[in-house]
T-cell receptor, first 116, second 115 residues
C-alpha cells in the first residue's frame, strides 16, 4: 500500500487565522516531506523530516511551522499567511533517506490552500 | 548545484500515437537518482520510475519505456500507443547526495492526448 493521505483537501483561510495541514502514512517510511506547488510550476521543497527530526528547512518563513508527532504523522501549522501563500501543499514520504536504496518519494493528493 | 531541463513545455498528440518526453540533467555527483512523476489534473504526483546513476539499463513497463544515457545526461520517457488517460503533467526529477540530497524537479511537460 503506497498511500499518503492529506487533510483537508481544500482550505480557505484569512490572513489572521491559524490552521493546520495534516499528513499521514502507514508504510513505515522514515522520511517525510512538505512541498509547495504553485500553478503550472514544479513542487518546491519546504521541509524534510528524517526519523522524526527536522533535517532540512529550505529557508521557509516562520509563518509555516512543521511538526512531526510520530513516524506516521506530519503536520504543517499555518499562521498569519499572505495571499501569495495560496498554493497546493503536498506531503510525501520515502522509506529511506536520499542516500539509501529506497529513496523514491510517494506523494499525497495535496491540500489546496487559498488565503484571502 | 544540480539542474533538470525539460525543454518541451506542452505536447499534444492524438490517441495511439507514440510520444517521447525529454529530460536532460546536470550534476557533479557520481551517485545520483533520476525519477519520473506523473501529475494528473487531480493534483497527486504519481511515482513512475527511479533510476540509479550506475544502472544504465533501459526499462519497459507496459506502454511506458525509459532510456537512460549517461553520455548525454538524458533520461527520456516514451509512451507507446498513448491514451487519453495519459494526459497529465510529467516531471523529471534528480536526487543527488550530500548538499544535493533533495529532489530537484524539471519544469514539467504538459501532455494532452486527444481522442
Amino acid at each position: 500500500d503506497t498511500e499518503v493521505t492529506q487533510t483537508p483537501k481544500h482550505l480557505v483561510m484569512g490572513m489572521t487565522n491559524k490552521k493546520s495541514l495534516k499528513c499521514e502514512q502507514h508504510m513505515g517510511h522514515r522520511a517525510m516531506y512538505w512541498y509547495k506547488q504553485k500553478a503550472k510550476k514544479p513542487p518546491e521543497l519546504m521541509f524534510v523530516y528524517s526519523y522524526e527530526k527536522l533535517s532540512i528547512n529550505e529557508s521557509v518563513p516562520s509563518r509555516f511551522s512543521p511538526e512531526c508527532p510520530n513516524s506516521s504523522l506530519l503536520n504543517l501549522h499555518l499562521h498569519a499567511l499572505q495571499p501569495e501563500d495560496s498554493a497546493l501543499y503536498l506531503c510525501a514520504s520515502s522509506q529511506g533517506s536520499s542516500v539509501s536504496s529506497y529513496n523514491e518519494q510517494f506523494f499525497g493528493p495535496g491540500t489546496r490552500l487559498t488565503v484571502l | 548545484a544540480q539542474k533538470v531541463t525539460q525543454a518541451q513545455t506542452e505536447i499534444s498528440v492524438v490517441e495511439k500515437e507514440d510520444v517521447t518526453l525529454d529530460c536532460v540533467y546536470e550534476t557533479r555527483d557520481t551517485t545520483y537518482y533520476l525519477f519520473w512523476y506523473k501529475q494528473p489534473p487531480s493534483g497527486e504526483l504519481v511515482f513512475l520510475i527511479r533510476r540509479n546513476s550506475f544502472d544504465e539499463q533501459n526499462e519497459i513497463s507496459g506502454r511506458y519505456s525509459w532510456n537512460f544515457q549517461k553520455s548525454t545526461s538524458s533520461f527520456n520517457f516514451t509512451i507507446t500507443a498513448s491514451q487519453v488517460v495519459d494526459s497529465a503533467v510529467y516531471f523529471c526529477a534528480l536526487l543527488g547526495t550530500g548538499a544535493n540530497s533533495k529532489l530537484t524537479f524539471g519544469k514539467g511537460i504538459t501532455l494532452s492526448v486527444r481522442p
